[in-house]
């Protein structure tokens, strides 16, 4: 399933699901099917796995990172609307860092989606495990187009 779910087709993923593969399957990382499509940008994959298949929107990988952290991280706003949209996903889940799919966005310069997620409810005050905040993060990186909008 996590090869299938990489090419994007669903209908081998459906098929893959209705002959018994695990959906919430990992690979060595801790990846699921689910991460690695929000990764990849496939929503159609994405929702897919959401609706039909019952995905865990949580799962995290061997780093701590969600679906919608690694969608957040990869610039893939369609996919960070739909899982932020999603009432099961918990947004201010921070990966073993302490960052939060709004840290992965600012820091790489995503303001759209920065934006987008403190509309949503993010907690834009949380900190990472060494203290610092979201602002810092975009201000370290450089991202002043992130701290101006934030």
């Given amino acids: 399933l996590l090869w299938v779910a ?9 098929s893959a699901v209705e002959m018994g ?6 690979d060595r990382s801790g990846c699921t099917a689910l991460a690695q499509a929000a990764a990849g ?3 159609d994959v ?3 796995l ?3 298949c019952e995905a865990d929107v949580n799962a995290s990988n061997n780093w701590g990172v969600t679906a919608l952290a690694g969608a957040a991280a990869y610039g893939h706003l369609d996919v960070v609307r739909y899982l932020a949209a999603n009432d099961e996903v918990d947004a201010n889940m ?3 860092w302490g960052d939060t799919a709004l840290m992965e966005a600012a820091a790489n310069g995503h ?7 403190v509309d949503s409810g993010v907690d834009a005050h949380f900190s990472d495990c ?9 201000a370290a990186e450089g991202r002043v187009e992130v701290v101006r909008n934030l």
């Fill in 6 to 14: 990489r090419r994007g087709d669903v209908e081998d993923i459906r």
């Fill in 46 to 48: 994405v929702r897919f």
């Fill in 94 to 96: 921070a990966n073993n």
């Fill in 111 to 117: 303001v759209n989606f920065a934006r987008y997620l």
């Fill in 130 to 138: 060494c203290g610092a905040t979201v602002l810092m993060r975009a």
């Fill in 50 to 52: 959401v609706r039909e």
């Fill in 41 to 43: 940008g496939l929503i």
């Fill in 21 to 26: 593969a695990d959906v919430n399957a990992k």
